[in-house]
Structures are given as structure tokens and as C-alpha cells.
């Protein structure tokens, strides 16, 4: 079965433009989450989909950030305009519904995406 | 305020031995599950182990176990005879029944020693 897929793995932009990471979670999974991973400040939750819905999007860090989920199979996570602070690994993750019968609610981790903003 | 807190930023252990990776959480909700994750330096993260908070027994697997103290809210990771490849970065996590998100503590830097 195909894991987590997210796309580009890895993009060099320069400061100002607008750069669009992809993500295609896994079939059947209910939720979707978007993190950012940078040394200073570790594994951020950016924010997280149910049912394509956005559930909490407290975590993106500025009107520059803006997240989508049109279907069940795809989101994409859009920078405009990108920043040299942006520069970061952004992993997309998905899992099914937690709490329900024997699902553990364990994330499913794409391979993450590394942005460089010159 | 921080939910997950892992206190040691690095840690070392001699191959074979055995290492704990200390983990803690804050949550007021009745359920909530714990995990633990491993990244190495390829960057992926690979999961290893999960604690439901109604589980009775300490979760195990292979080499991995998870000391689990729900009165002092505590979820320690437990390896076993170390490996060289065991080296990596160590992520404990929760996810809480009210929110479902999941939450990451800052991580321990695991080095094996030969």
C-alpha cells in the first residue's frame, strides 16, 4: 500500500515567491495534519483537517500560510509570500480516527518536504 | 503551556546495554494515547510504540517498551540491547480525546556507542 506522498521533496525558492507543498495521505484515513520541523523549535503542528473540515489552524504562524483539503485524497499548504524564516521541513501526516475500536490513532508521515527560502 | 516535555536534549549508551528516554505529559482528559516515534538522520519518522491511557499492562514491541506511570504521568521509552542503528532522534507524542490532535515533546538525541 502506498504511504503518505508529498511533494515537491524538496524546493529552493527565492524570498517573495509563492511556494505550494502537496500531500496525498493515505485511503480511508479520516485526518490529515501539516508540521513544521525546524532545530529551533522542533516539530510544529501547523494544523490539522477531519473529514476534509479544518479543525484547528491556531498553529500556522501568519497570513502567509494558508492550508487546503478540497477532497478525502489530496492538501496542499500554500506560502505567499515565503520568507527566509520559512525555511523548514514540512511533513504531512495522516491517520484514522483515533479511540475507535482497536486504531491507536498512530500519524502516518510522508517523507517531508524541505523548503529553502534564499 | 507545554504538554509534552522531554528533559534530556541528548543522551549516550554503549551498545547492548539497555537506555530509558524520559517522557512526561500534562492532559485532563480521561483518554488520550501515548506514542513514541523515531527519526534518524535520513529524516523519516518511523513509529515504534503506543500506551492507550486505559491500557492496564505496559506496552511492548520487539526491543521497545514503554514504562508507563499514569499517576505521575510519565511514558518513558524503554530499548533494550542497543544497536548501533538505534542512534536517532527519539519523539514521545500525545493525542488527547477532546482535540485529536497529536502534540510532540522537543526530542532526545539517542548516540550508541560502539
Known amino acids: 500500500d502506498a504511504g503518505v506522498i508529498q511533494s515537491p521533496r524538496h524546493e529552493v525558492t527565492e524570498m517573495g515567491q509563492e511556494v505550494t507543498l502537496r500531500c496525498k495521505p493515505i485511503s480511508g484515513h479520516d485526518y490529515l495534519f501539516w508540521y513544521r520541523q525546524t532545530m529551533m523549535r522542533g516539530l510544529e503542528l501547523l494544523i490539522y483537517f477531519n473529514n476534509n473540515v479544518p479543525i484547528d489552524d491556531s498553529g500556522m504562524p501568519e497570513d502567509r500560510f494558508s492550508a487546503k483539503m478540497p477532497n478525502a485524497s489530496f492538501s496542499t499548504l500554500k506560502i505567499q509570500p515565503s520568507e527566509p524564516r520559512d525555511s523548514a521541513v514540512y511533513f504531512c501526516?495522516?491517520?484514522?480516527?483515533?479511540?475507535?475500536?482497536?486504531?491507536?490513532?498512530?500519524?502516518?508521515f510522508g517523507e517531508g518536504s524541505r523548503l529553502t527560502v534564499l | 503551556a507545554q504538554k509534552i516535555t522531554q528533559t534530556q536534549p541528548g543522551m549516550f549508551v554503549q551498545e547492548k546495554e539497555a537506555v530509558t528516554l524520559d517522557c512526561t505529559y500534562d492532559?485532563?482528559?480521561?483518554?488520550?494515547?501515548l506514542f513514541w516515534y523515531k527519526q534518524p538522520s535520513s529524516g523519516e519518522m518511523i513509529f515504534l510504540i503506543y500506551?492507550?491511557?486505559?491500557?492496564?499492562q505496559n506496552a511492548t514491541e520487539g526491543r521497545y517498551s514503554l514504562n508507563f506511570q499514569k499517576a505521575r504521568k510519565s511514558a518513558n521509552l524503554v530499548i533494550s540491547a542497543s544497536q548501533l542503528g538505534d542512534s536517532a532522534m527519539y519523539f514521545c507524542a500525545m493525542r488527547e480525546i477532546t482535540k485529536n490532535d497529536m502534540r510532540f515533546g522537543a526530542g532526545t538525541r539517542l548516540t550508541v556507542k560502539p
Open positions: 501526516a495522516s491517520s484514522w480516527a483515533p479511540f475507535s475500536g482497536k486504531n491507536t490513532g498512530e500519524l502516518f
Open positions: 500506551q492507550g491511557s486505559y491500557d492496564q
Open positions: 492532559t485532563s482528559d480521561p483518554s488520550y494515547g
